[in-house]
């Protein structure tokens, strides 16, 4: 007859059976997301310096952004290794994710684009402004659309797919960086620059005397992009930016990168 010690030892050892199996098999579902978002073994993550929801550095040289930090995070959570590729402006990441050159960057999730990417669920949101220089007789948003202003934006970004239908009168003219539209605002190429928020105060922060105008002309869904075909990580993906936001992690992030201008993402 089976003791009552018996008993006890044959439940704990069953126990343990069952925890023993279910890590297991937590194991194998994370190392199976791991291949799937970073089949190399390293995490590639696309960024490009000068915006604070990419990369940025900080008074003591160190890297921070919303690409840069969060895909770190990412890569310690997959336990994989990093690659910080560099591109010159988001567009060519985007075509780098296309091609599956990139595994993850963090930009605006447009219907264009999530034509060439699958994103995850929104992780901020950040609004759409616009910057003039020092001076400038352009005083509010209503000032703009007139014949001879020159309105800059980054070469491939939803602003030069956007703006032109904005504007009758005023001419956009494509920058291939915002290092270089800081540079075009010098030699009097442009009146003023179109982008999101964060990257307008980080150009402001070098242009003394340039001031954002008031108001916005909308605003970008910031999501976490990814090759299209690794749609079954999409769940993890969308834990681990709710996990981010949850914990006050993504707001550290944006603290350390100065992102300013963004707002809370739009839950479904």
Known sequence: MMTVSYLMRAARTALLAVAV??????????????????PSGTLRIGIYPGSPTSMV??????????????????????????????FQRVADIVTAIHDGQIDFTVTNATPARANEVSFSQPVLAIELGYLVPANSPIGKIEDIDRPGVKIGVTKGSTSERTLPA?????????????????????????????????TLFEMSDQMPGARILDGNW????????????????LPMLNRFVTDEQSSGALDTIQQQAGLRGATKAARD
């Open 21 to 38: 199996i279910g890590s297991l098999g937590a194991s194998a579902h994370a190392d199976g997301e791991a291949k799937l978002l970073a």
């Open 166 to 198: 904005r504007f009758k009168n005023a001419t956009i003219v494509p920058a291939e960086s915002v290092k270089v539209a800081i540079a075009m605002f010098g030699h009097g190429e442009i009146d003023l620059y179109a982008t999101n928020k964060p």
């Open 218 to 233: 909308g605003a970008e869904h910031m999501a976490i992009a990814i090759p299209k075909g690794r749609e079954d990580a």
């Open 57 to 86: 550095t900080d008074p003591s040289g160190k890297p921070h952004g919303l690409s840069y930090d969060l895909g770190g995070e990412l890569a310690k959570r997959l336990g994989v290794g990093v690659d910080y590729v560099r």
